[in-house]
Nanobody, 128 residues
Framework: QVQLAQSGGGLVQAGSSLRLSCAAS????????MGWFRQAPGKEREFVASIRWSGGNTYYADSVKGRFTISRDNARNTVYLQMNSLKPEDTAAYFCAASITAYSSSYSYSSEWAYTYWGQGTQVTVSS
C-alpha cells in the first residue's frame, strides 16, 4: 500500500503561482512513477504531468507545458507541481497518483489507468 497526502492549492488570481505537494508513505519503494491529474466541474479527469521515479524523466500535457514543472524529492518521498502563470482554465481539483507498474522507457504515464494509488485531491481556483 502507498498512501498519498496532498497539500497546497487555493484561490489565486490569473498570472499567479502555486505549488502543490504530494507526500508518499508506506511501500514507497514500489513506485515506478508519480503523476498529477486534474478534473474541472463537468469534465473528465485529465493528465497534467508525470515523473518517473527512477531517472526523473518528466512528461507534460500540452496545455501546461512551459508553465508547470513536476519535480521529486527522493529523501522526502514527495512530488511537487509548481504552477506558474496560472490561467482561469487551470481551475480544477488536482490529484496526485502513484504507479507501481513498470512500463516501457518510452511510456509517458499519461493515462490514469497506469496508476494504482491516488491522493485526496486539492482545489485550485484561478480568478480572472
Amino acid at each position: 500500500q502507498v498512501q498519498l497526502a496532498q497539500s497546497g492549492g487555493g484561490l489565486v488570481q490569473a498570472g499567479s503561482s502555486l505549488r502543490l505537494s504530494c507526500a508518499a508513505s508506506g511501500r514507497t519503494f514500489s513506485r515506478s512513477a508519480m503523476g498529477w491529474f486534474r478534473q474541472a466541474p463537468g469534465k473528465e479527469r485529465e493528465f497534467v504531468a508525470s515523473i518517473r521515479w527512477s531517472g526523473g524523466n518528466t512528461y507534460y500535457a500540452d496545455s501546461v507545458k512551459g508553465r508547470f514543472t513536476i519535480s521529486r524529492d527522493n529523501a522526502r518521498n514527495t512530488v511537487y507541481l509548481q504552477m506558474n502563470s496560472l490561467k482561469p482554465e487551470d481551475t480544477a481539483a488536482y490529484f496526485c497518483a502513484a504507479s507501481i507498474t513498470a512500463y516501457s522507457s518510452s511510456y509517458s504515464y499519461s493515462s490514469e489507468w497506469a496508476y494504482t494509488y491516488w491522493g485526496q485531491g486539492t482545489q485550485v481556483t484561478v480568478s480572472s
